[in-house]
Nanobody, 121 residues
Framework: VQLQASGGGLVQAGGSLRLACASS?????????????MGWFRQAPGKERDFVAS????????HFADFVKGRFTISRDNTQNTVYLQMNSLEPEDTAVYYC??????????WGQGTLVTVSS
């Protein structure tokens, strides 16, 4: 499985960005994008990687970190093998490298390379 994240960039506080993560391939056990959970994480400079959001295989269940609730949404298109993170009302504290991940409900098996989001004040 390979994950390719995109959509990062520089935005002013209060602005919006949409990140995308395209998945290709299948796991050794035969799982594919449409059967897996997808998640977004972020890592700010000098800090540990934090969970941001996740979505289950059929897109009906989502989960968010408290610090993004009401501002970020996660969605997926199983026909395009892509998961999205819509980020609104961005704050300078949201500046980080954002990573997508693919896995099960209990473990993230695969990680993308990250895309940098910079929010200026």
């Amino acid at each position: 499985v390979q994950l390719q994240a995109s959509g990062g960039g520089l935005v002013q506080a209060g602005g919006s960005l949409r990140l995308a993560c395209a998945s290709s391939g299948r796991t050794p056990s035969g799982r594919t994008f449409s059967s897996d959970y997808m998640g977004w994480f972020r890592q700010a400079p000098g800090k540990e990687r934090d969970f941001v959001a996740s979505i289950n295989a059929n897109g009906r269940r989502t989960h968010f970190a408290d610090f993004v609730k009401g501002r970020f949404t996660i969605s997926r298109d199983n026909t395009q093998n892509t998961v999205y993170l819509q980020m609104n009302s961005l704050e300078p504290e949201d500046t980080a490298v954002y990573y997508c991940a693919q896995g099960s409900s209990t473990w993230w098996d695969y990680w993308g390379q990250g895309t940098l989001v910079t929010v200026s004040s």
